[in-house]
Structures are given as C-alpha cells and as structure tokens.
C-alpha cells in the first residue's frame, strides 16, 4: 500500500480499528465523495486546513477510518464574530468497496482533498 504525505496503515484483521478513539468523543464527519472509472474506486474527502500530521487512514477487512484534527487558524486567541467553519477532531468510517485491491491501495493528500484510490480487480 502506497502513502503520500500522512499515515496511511492497513490493519487487515481489525474490525475494532477507530472505533476506541470514537466512543465517548464529539466529531464531525468529512464529506466524502465515492466516485469510480473502469480502472478505480475514489474516495473523495474534504479536509480544508487539516495539516498532514493531524490525519490518520486505516482500513480494515470491511471499512475504512478516516480521522484527524482541523485547528484553530493561528497561534493566538482570537473571538469570533461569527463562524461556520468547522474545527476540531473529525471521524468518517464507510464501508471499503467491493471487488478491489486493497493491498495496493494509493492515497494522496492535496489542496485540502484527500484522495483514496482503490484499483479494481478483474471481479469487478
């Protein structure tokens, strides 16, 4: 498996992967996009202002977790005037796509998107 500038793990075999991390905590769930072409599988996240070092990705047999943190925007204590955008932990576990290669799987971290990509195998 393929990684590209933040922790990419597979944990095949651990169904319980995230999940410790997620009880007990206040996230917000990315949005993710699932695309596919005849080649691939995408998953399309949006993380704007995440740093590389703030993200975890992990696959088990079945899902895939997707987990970090959006900080505040500097170092000093600022008051809003008014805020939407989001800032704190985030947690997205989906289902891993039928039919592909999970031991090849490539991700990519750019502009803000992070960019899963799960080959398809000759079942799909």
């Known amino acids: 498996m393929n990684n590209n500038n933040f922790n990419l793990q597979n944990n095949m075999g651990n169904q319980s992967t995230g999940i410790s991390n997620y009880n007990g905590q206040n996230y917000f769930p990315p949005q993710v996009d699932v695309v596919e072409d005849d080649a691939a599988v995408y998953y399309i996240c949006e993380l704007p202002g995440v740093n590389p070092d703030n993200l975890n990705v992990e696959l088990s047999d079945t899902d895939i977790f997707i987990e970090g943190n959006v900080n505040s925007i500097g170092q000093k204590q600022m008051n809003f005037l008014y805020q939407e955008r989001r800032k704190g932990a985030f947690f997205r576990?989906?289902?891993?796509?039928?039919?592909?290669?999970?031991?090849?799987?490539?991700?990519?971290?750019?502009h803000g998107l992070l960019k899963i990509t799960f080959p398809k195998t000759n079942n799909f």
């Open 93 to 110: 576990k989906m289902p891993l796509p039928v039919d592909v290669d999970n031991n090849n799987t490539e991700a990519d971290f750019k």
